[in-house]
């Protein structure tokens, strides 16, 4: 939320914007963490869906980092 409300008052940067999806990345990660060890607790699932979870997300935390490495000097004029 300080994030978008910065971003609404002062404008687009590099930093805000990777600052952003990182953290939309993070709650997106850790719901569906939250969500399976609920299940585990309750004895509904194993744990093996809890770390299958987590290895599976490696790969969205890399294209992030890739699209801000790759994308973000171009998009925003290198600044």
Do not use: C, H, M
Not at 30 to 53: H, M, P, Q, S, V
């Amino acid at each position: 939320v300080a994030i978008a409300s910065r971003i609404s008052e002062f404008g687009f940067t590099p930093n805000r914007v990777a600052a952003l999806g990182e953290n939309l990345i993070l709650l997106a990660n850790l719901t569906g963490t939250a969500w399976l060890y609920i299940r585990f607790l309750r004895r509904r699932d194993g744990f093996n869906a809890l770390e299958k979870w987590q290895i599976a997300y490696l790969p969205v935390y890399s294209a992030w980092a890739a699209l801000v490495v790759a994308v973000f000097p171009v998009a925003f004029g290198f600044r």
